[in-house]
């Protein structure tokens, strides 16, 4: 693996999201275009929610671990990472980063095209720059475009920004940027009692480098938000899309009641699966349409397999 390939798999192939609480639409900055959440303790400590863990482990953390000798298993807690317009991605990573792990970040970081030792108000932050040709399959990651700025200077947290003003801001503010409340333009977010997962955006401002979504659902919905949840010992999966018109919000739900129907008549669907379809819950109101679905660990595994 090229460094600085190792270098974004260590620190940006942790989910698509402890010690960080489920996040809410206040700790997010006003503009921003899409974010994600996910507690690792959480899902470790949930019956429901090990199955996930269990899944992350197997293709991501393991993948890590055998690219760049870093086990993550054991010393990350959460993932909070947003991108903003003009300003690319924030990601904190809290947890009990080892001095062995941050030695073999600044290893790998030092090898690569350009890495500069900064300072802002006494903290340490670094600046890493990869080879101008590393756009690949592992290096390209939305809202960091080869430039990376990180820090372990907060306690139990690795921070990292594409911008050197977020990487200070972080640094000033106990990492986490200072959020807008009662923004017009605030996204969504999903929350439960036990959360594991928090995933939204804003269609509207989310890059596609100018070709658009291939998904009709997208094409015709403004803002999308996603939670995974532990609820009666089972994986609750939500889904809020708010459409660009209510005509839109009801042909969107006629369809997604129609497929449910369908599938709950086929008779070789596995029993867990068919389990699952009957749960399946849709709601519309005005534009907004909300897909709610729950599976036991065995089924979400099952699935997952």
Excluded at 166 to 172: F, I, P, Y
Excluded at 233 to 251: C, I, M, N, R, Y
Excluded at 269 to 286: H, L, N, R
Aim: net charge negative; proline share 2%.
């Amino acid at each position: 693996m090229r460094r600085f390939t190792a270098l974004i798999a260590c620190l940006l192939l942790v989910v698509p999201i402890p010690g960080l609480a489920a996040i809410d639409a206040s700790g997010l900055p006003a503009n921003s275009t899409w974010y994600l959440h996910a507690d690792f303790n959480a899902m470790k400590q949930s019956s429901a929610g090990k199955a996930l863990y269990d899944w992350i482990d197997r293709e991501i953390f393991s993948e890590v671990h055998s690219e760049a000798g870093i086990d993550l298993r054991e010393e990350l807690d959460s993932v909070t990472t947003y991108s903003a317009p003009g300003d690319g991605a924030v990601m904190v990573i809290q947890g009990r980063i080892s001095d062995k792990t941050r030695d073999k970040l600044l290893a790998i970081s030092a090898a690569a095209e350009r890495f500069e030792t900064l300072e802002s108000n006494g903290k340490t932050y670094y600046f890493v720059e990869g080879d101008k040709d590393l756009k690949g399959e592992h290096a390209e990651v939305s809202g960091f475009d080869g430039e990376i700025y990180f820090s372990f200077d907060v306690r139990n947290k690795l921070l990292l920004a594409a911008k050197k003003k977020q990487m200070e801001a972080l640094l000033a503010n106990g990492g986490r940027l200072k959020a807008q409340q009662n923004h017009k333009g605030v996204l969504i977010v999903l929350t439960a009692e036990k959360s594991l997962i928090q995933a939204g955006m804003d269609t509207d401002g989310f890059n596609t480098d100018g070709e658009g979504f291939q998904s009709n659902i997208l094409r015709n919905t403004k803002q999308v938000a996603l939670m995974i949840a532990e609820a009666a010992d089972k994986l609750s999966f939500e889904a809020l899309l708010v459409a660009t018109e209510p005509k839109t919000a009801q042909s969107l739900g006629s369809v997604i009641r129609g497929l449910i129907a369908l599938v709950a008549f086929d008779e070789d669907m596995d029993p867990g699966m068919a389990e699952v379809i009957q749960t399946a819950k849709v709601d519309v109101d005005d534009v907004r349409l909300k897909l709610s679905i729950a599976m036991s660990p065995e089924s979400f595994a099952a699935a997952l397999d």
